[in-house]
């Protein structure tokens, strides 16, 4: 299978996803927040903040693993994006940093699947254009190099989003596509 189609872009409620394994867009607390981790929290239950709490945080563009609870999925993998500074103080590289930690780890643990949020373009203001683009060069990249996970989502949560996506990821890799063998 070529490793462009272990790739697409969906929307919904990562919360709800039956993937092995979902992405939480983090704080370094991982002691819960809004958004994503707000949902994620809420629909695994009390468990998974009792299991953050042993792990005394993490660092932007890192990435830890927890059970998945009350989750469909069985793992999730908690990764503090950047906040948006204006992209003069490192943004990108973080970003890229948050998806490879992830996928590093998905790997580690043997994930057949693994569905991400778009990290850090909610609270963290990072522009969606711009982090899309971020996103998919090192999801694509690291599919390119390695056979797990084998399944990799985007999980968007609005239309205008899974757009954006899928309008970067024609505009960086189409034309792979049709050479990809
Ligand atoms: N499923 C999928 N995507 C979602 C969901 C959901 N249930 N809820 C929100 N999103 C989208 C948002 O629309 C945004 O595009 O996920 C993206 C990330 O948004 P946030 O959850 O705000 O995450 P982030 O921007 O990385 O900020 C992280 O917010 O919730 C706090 O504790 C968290 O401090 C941390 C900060």
Redesign the pocket.
């Known amino acids: 299978m070529c490793f462009m189609d272990r790739f697409s872009i969906v929307i ?4 709800q996803s039956d993937a092995e394994c979902i992405v939480n ?3 370094c607390s991982l002691l ?8 994620i929290h809420h629909a695994a239950g009390p468990e998974l903040l009792a299991e953050c709490r042993t792990l005394g945080g993490c660092e932007t563009g890192q990435a830890k693993i927890t059970r998945g609870y009350n989750l469909k999925a069985k793992y999730v993998i908690h990764t503090p ?1 950047p906040v948006w500074q204006g992209g003069g103080a490192g943004e990108a590289a973080l970003l890229a940093s948050c998806y490879r930690s992830c996928l590093r780890l998905a790997e580690q643990y043997n994930v057949a699947s693994i569905d991400f ?10 522009p ?1 254009p711009q982090a899309a683009s971020v996103a998919l060069h090192a999801i694509m990249s690291f599919l390119n190099e390695h056979d797990h996970p084998q399944y990799v989502r985007m ?4 239309q205008n ?1 899974a757009d954006i996506y899928r309008y970067t990821w024609n505009a960086l890799f189409a034309d792979d596509k049709s050479s990809c063998l």
Do not use: R
């Open positions: 919904g409620d990562i919360a867009a983090a704080n819960g927040g809004s958004g994503v981790d707000g949902a994006g949020p778009s990290i850090s373009t909610g609270v963290f203001g990072y969606l999980v968007c949560h609005s989003a």
